[in-house]
Structure formats: structure tokens, C-alpha cells
């Protein structure tokens, strides 16, 4: 595997559901983000996380739950999800953490819908 | 707040021909990356602008920086249906740990 890659692709869960998407940078980077895509909408940073230590968490609600066990993997924990959280969820990595002037590389992302 | 503005927002043009989109933004930045999606797809660096006056360019796509005029544009040169896609400016400061970025400008290019 190269670059930056998302499990799973797609995901269709329910309000009362609790799933986790999941993210694996193979680039040897140090910070590793989280970003909601929404029709219509500019790209959100959700959370950003360098050498494993969360330092930006952008108001997002309590039921998206982060977690970066390593500086290679970022998982994103989801529970009692609302329809208006269905949106393409995008994980990227960059060499060093913000500030910085490095390019982020992002995953294929989540399709994710909440029925 | 930083805030940023991208138009068009949606453009259909034919091969061949010439454009620019816009990339506007409201507060002092020290950095503008853009990048292109295509459907389905996740986003792909295409420059990274430093410093005022910087032009980049690669194939029929140039981009250029005027940190005084808050202002950056991508020229597409005798566009070709490749380059059909999203395209996103996103603008940081270094104060912020954040990206801001445009809404995306949607380039269909006709044969």
C-alpha cells in the first residue's frame, strides 16, 4: 500500500449505530487530519492530530470520537449519528504538524451515509 | 475570519480554450495550496504558492500568488477533457493550525 488509505469506502449505518472509520498514512508523516466533505459545502477540518497528540478538535459534536493510536493510524469512532452527518469523511497526513507549510495528502475517503 | 472566495463556481468550456478561476481571500496568509478532485476521487496537490509572486506551473495549469491583492488564479491553457474536475484553493495563516478552504470551482471540459 502506498500514500494515505481509508477503510471503508462506503458505509450505510443507522442513527443508533456506533462504527469507526479507519485511516493508515504509509508516508512516514507526523500529523494526520480528519476532514467532513458535504455537498455544497467547503471542506471541514474536523481534527487534527500530530505525533499521536490531538491539537485541534473544530467544535466538532461528541459523537464523532477520534483516536490516533500511532503517527501512522487515525481512526474515527462514530455513535447515535444524525441523517445531516452523511458526508464524504477524508483523512490526510502531512510530513510535519500545522503550522507548517507542508502539502497534506489525502485518503480516497468515506462515503458515509446515516439512514 | 479568514474566509475564501472561488469563482466561478461552476464552469463548462471547450477544448482548446483558455481560463482562469479565482481564488480570493480575506485576511493575510503566508501559504495557498490548490487541488484538484475528480468524481469519486479524493484530492490531489496540485501547487503549493509561498510567496507573493510566486507562479507555478505544470502542463496546460499555471498558478500564481499576489499576497498584497489577497489573490491567487489558476490559468488553464488549451484546455484538454482530462483536466474535467473540482478544483480547490485552500489558504492557511500561521497563527491558525487550519486550512481554509474554497468552495470549488467544477470545470467540464467539452470535446
Known amino acids: 500500500e502506498t500514500g494515505v488509505t481509508q477503510t471503508p469506502r462506503h458505509l450505510v449505518m443507522g442513527m443508533t449505530n456506533k462504527k469507526s472509520l479507519k485511516c493508515e498514512q504509509h508516508l512516514g508523516h507526523n500529523a494526520m487530519y480528519w476532514y467532513k466533505q458535504s455537498a455544497k459545502k467547503p471542506l471541514e477540518l474536523m481534527f487534527v492530530?500530530?505525533?499521536?497528540?490531538?491539537?485541534e478538535n473544530n467544535s466538532v459534536p461528541s459523537r464523532f470520537s477520534p483516536e490516533c493510536p500511532n503517527s501512522s493510524h487515525l481512526f474515527l469512532h462514530l455513535h447515535t449519528l444524525q441523517p445531516e452527518d452523511s458526508a464524504l469523511y477524508l483523512c490526510?497526513?502531512?510530513?510535519?504538524?500545522?503550522?507548517?507549510?507542508?502539502?497534506?495528502?489525502f485518503g480516497p475517503g468515506t462515503r458515509l451515509t446515516v439512514l | 475570519e479568514l474566509k475564501v472566495e472561488q469563482n466561478p463556481l461552476f464552469l463548462s468550456m471547450q477544448e482548446g480554450k483558455n481560463y482562469t478561476i479565482y481564488c480570493n481571500y480575506s485576511t493575510t496568509s503566508d501559504r495557498l495550496y490548490w487541488y484538484r478532485q475528480d468524481p469519486g476521487k479524493s484530492l490531489e496537490s496540485l501547487f503549493v504558492?509561498?510567496?507573493n509572486g510566486a507562479v507555478k506551473q505544470e502542463g496546460r495549469l499555471m498558478a500564481s500568488l499576489d499576497t498584497k491583492a489577497r489573490l491567487s488564479t489558476l490559468h488553464i491553457t488549451a484546455a484538454v477533457h482530462d483536466l474535467s474536475a473540482t478544483y480547490f484553493c485552500a489558504v492557511g495563516m500561521d497563527s491558525n493550525y487550519q486550512l481554509i478552504w474554497g468552495a470549488g470551482t467544477k470545470l467540464i471540459i467539452k470535446p
Open positions: 490526510a497526513s502531512s510530513q510535519d504538524p500545522p503550522p507548517n507549510r507542508d502539502t497534506q495528502y
Open positions: 492530530y500530530s505525533l499521536e497528540e490531538r491539537v
Open positions: 504558492l509561498l510567496s
